[in-house]
């Protein structure tokens, strides 16, 4: 049989061969896909982008591949040679399995093609990483390849069924539904739906508009696999289904345990693919679009109890699930019947109970009340144990590709009874609402994960960390690299690797502004001695202060996802930078209310322009003036606060970051003063009579 089979292949590949168009085709589009190879690598660098930009490449060859499809099944017909081997035993059946290996050797040896050449190509200086080629090798196996063999198959499936030219419409019906372009008409469709219609249909690359996430790496999401797994037995089910009706096969032994494998495949793979999964979406709005038709009431007050002693386990494997453990302590003076905690929507409870128990609970939105089924009295404490799972958002990732779940975002309960984020400001911009940590709090993790996992606590043993923490826990992996230059590490990812001689830049550069503004307001701040740079920013982010995070001795510079490897980013964005250093040593670490923001983000754009002013940084970015005409909140006392401010900061004395009006506008903040105060402060400094050397005579 085997022989039988690998002589009909070797027939209908020089069949095939015969016939110039497809090997001409072949030939092409392969030399054409190296050529991008060779621009991304000489010309512009970014060796990831090189396939993401691709999916023209998908276009083309999805088309190639369903005309050749039909075409080795026409040809058959048109020759007569089907005739033939209806009387050969089981002649149709082996003619069919060696057209089916002509496509998987033809596509097969365009993989291994282009493997080869873009190892030969990018491989050595910067990117050395073994896991970035091998997930490259992924990408090209389900995007390219396994895409390529759907549309062969479809190919050969619609000239079985359909006669004559009528197949033409068809097959370019079947194409447009499939190919990488559906994302733009199928994209509004979503939002109706409220269902990613294009993820499903779309073989190729699921965001085409959208650049390599460095961080996450590519979109090879467990979700992808299952598709094409799906679609494939589909087809194959098609096939024996046709191959019954036309007596092709018989109904027996052998055709049942066939017929049953892939109704097993298909039932795997269609439950899979229904499952919860957070994969890479290009949907930057979607988290907008929530809080803005979610506007979440608080109708709770905050309790006096403490959270400690949390035991958590995680598993990201499709999407984040989490068995978390903690201990609660009625620190008040009455007794507690119900607890409110804030937690992520998107992370949904499935089991809840204290000490074996199931308890009652409400989740709606970003918060949870529990019902107790015995008070808790005032001293008392008891176990809290819950499963939860889910996350879609892209801006924090649980999955088996990346994890960013950093102590400002809700990922554990929390007694900061607010949501995660809020719109602010006049444009209604995406704010980060970080959780407040007043006390230590002891917490033991354990995940299993084949990434190194970087947290602000201590390991143990493989999997397993442990440590208090007075801030949150943050927990971080992903598609990264690390380096340390003398007393720091960076942790970076690894199509970054370009940009590692620049660290120094950035190193000079905090060195002094980490100098000039504790210096100037008098902080007292641990001095970060770990930098994560993380790409995770998408358009959505258009405030200032919600990219750098402090927690304890690690500094998380967030980036947007467009950075590119080759950009001198340090030297280019140091004033940018600036703007959200400011915020991160400041006011981020402060329990203030969700109205707060623009009080707070007037102090820091004007203080991060007095420190660019100060340390000769070129600050042409007009980030304080957009701010206050386009994002201020308009009213009579802002009105009469940006007056006074102005003619403060026309005076030479304003460029002094050591100047005291702004250590005392920070201490506004930190009292919860309004802009009434904030008037009066700045008015007394326009007033006060200065000396020809800039400073206060008194």
């Not at 304080?624 to 006392?637: G, H, P, R």
């Amino acid at each position: 049989m085997i022989y039988r089979i690998y002589q009909s292949t070797i027939f209908t590949s020089k069949l095939a061969l015969r016939t110039w168009l497809f090997p001409i085709f072949f030939i092409c589009l392969n030399s054409y896909i190296i050529y991008t190879f060779y621009i991304y690598r000489f010309q512009t660098f970014s060796p990831p982008s090189a396939l993401t930009t691709s999916s023209y490449f998908v276009i083309f060859g999805m088309l190639a591949y369903l005309l050749f499809g039909m075409w080795i099944i026409r040809v058959e017909k048109s020759t007569s040679m089907s005739d033939l081997t209806l009387l050969i035993d089981n002649g149709y059946l082996f003619g069919f399995l060696s057209k089916v290996l002509v496509g998987i050797i033809t596509i097969l040896t365009s993989q291994i093609i282009l493997m080869a050449s873009y190892i030969a190509i990018f491989y050595g200086h910067p990117i050395t990483d073994v896991p970035y080629y091998l997930a490259v090798f992924k990408y090209i196996t389900v995007f390219w390849s396994i895409s390529f063999f759907i549309s062969f198959l479809l190919g050969m499936l619609l000239a079985s069924v359909i006669k004559g030219k009528s197949v033409y419409p068809v097959l370019l019906l079947v194409f447009c539904f499939l190919i990488p372009i559906n994302h733009v008409f199928l994209e509004s469709a979503n939002r109706v739906l409220n269902f990613d219609l294009d993820s499903w249909l779309n073989l190729g690359e699921p965001n085409p508009y959208s650049v390599y996430h460095a961080f996450y790496g590519f979109s090879i999401d467990y979700f992808h696999w299952m598709k094409k797994l799906l679609f494939l037995s589909i087809i194959f089910l098609l096939f024996i289904f046709l191959f019954i009706k036309k007596k092709i096969i018989h109904l027996g032994k052998p055709t049942y345990i066939v017929l049953l494998l892939f109704v097993i495949v298909f039932s795997f793979s269609a439950i899979e693919i229904t499952k919860k999964n957070q994969i890479l979406v290009n949907d930057p709005t979607r988290i907008i679009d929530y809080y803005r038709n979610n506007e979440q009431a608080l109708l709770m007050d905050d309790q006096a109890i403490r959270l400690d002693d949390f035991d958590i386990f995680l598993k990201p494997n499709a999407h984040l699930e989490a068995d978390v453990t903690f201990t609660i302590t009625n620190e008040g003076r009455e007794e507690l019947n119900s607890l409110h905690f804030a937690l992520f929507h998107e992370l949904k409870i499935s089991e809840l109970h204290s000490n074996g128990i199931a308890l009652n609970y409400v989740q709606d939105g970003d918060f949870v009340t529990v019902e107790l089924n015995n008070a808790i009295e005032s001293g008392e404490k008891i176990d809290i144990s819950m499963h939860y799972e889910g996350l879609k958002t892209n801006l924090y990732f649980g999955n088996n590709q990346a994890i960013y779940l950093p102590h400002y975002f809700p990922w554990l309960p929390s007694t900061n009874l607010k949501p995660a984020f809020d719109l602010v400001t006049d444009q209604k911009g995406l704010h980060r609402i970080k959780p407040s940590y007043q006390e230590e709090t002891n917490y033991r993790l354990t995940i299993n994960y084949d990434k190194k996992v970087y947290t602000n606590l201590n390991k143990q043993a493989e999997g397993t960390w442990s440590g208090k923490s007075s801030s949150g826990l943050s927990v971080i992996s992903g598609m990264l690299n690390e380096n340390s230059q003398e007393n720091y590490q960076w942790i970076y990812p690894v199509t970054w690797e370009q940009s590692v001689e620049d660290f120094s830049t950035f190193e000079t550069y905090f060195r002094m502004f980490y100098n000039t503004i504790t210096n100037s307001l008098d902080l007292n701040i641990e001095k970060p001695n770990r930098v994560f740079f993380i790409p995770n920013l998408n358009i959505s982010d258009t405030l200032n202060g919600e990219s750098v995070w402090v927690n304890g001795s690690d500094l998380i510079l967030g980036t947007p996802i467009y950075i590119e490897p080759d950009q001198d980013y340090f030297d280019i964005f140091q004033a940018e930078l600036t703007y959200e250093l400011v915020p991160a040593l400041t006011t981020n670490k402060l329990n203030t209310d969700m109205d707060d923001y623009e009080f707070q983000a007037l102090f820091n754009i004007v203080f991060a322009k007095v420190i660019n002013k100060q340390m000769n940084i070129n600050d042409d970015t007009d980030t304080l003036k957009f701010f206050i005409s386009e994002k201020l909140t308009v009213d009579q006392d802002v009105n009469t606060v940006v007056k006074e401010l102005k003619d403060f900061l026309s005076k030479k004395e304003a460029e002094d970051a050591n100047h005291p009006l702004y250590q005392e506008w920070l201490h506004l903040i930190e009292s919860k003063k309004s802009w009434d105060e904030l008037y009066a402060l700045i008015k007394q400094f326009n007033n006060r009579e200065v000396s020809p050397n800039g400073k206060d005579p008194a």
